[in-house]
């Protein structure tokens, strides 16, 4: 049978992004969450009061 994944090689030493560059990734990813959370919160709670 064949892999379905096919392992990738670790990265090279002076190509790993920055610590700024990963935390903005990281609240990037964290407020686009949050925002995705309450936009359906409010859908689902505007739907309850139709």
């Known amino acids: ?3 379905l994944f096919t392992p990738a ?3 090279e030493a002076g190509h790993e992004p ?3 560059r ?3 990734w990281f609240f990037g ?3 686009a969450g949050s925002a995705a ?3 359906t919160a ?3 709670r505007s739907l ?3």
Do not use: N, T, W
Request: charged fraction near 10%; hydrophobic fraction near 60%.
């Open 29 to 31: 990813l964290c407020l």
């Open 9 to 11: 090689p670790p990265p």
């Open 22 to 24: 990963k935390l903005l």
């Open 48 to 50: 309850l009061f139709l």
């Open 37 to 39: 959370v309450a936009i």
């Open 18 to 20: 920055s610590l700024g």
């Open 42 to 44: 409010y859908a689902l």
């Open 1 to 3: 049978m064949r892999d």
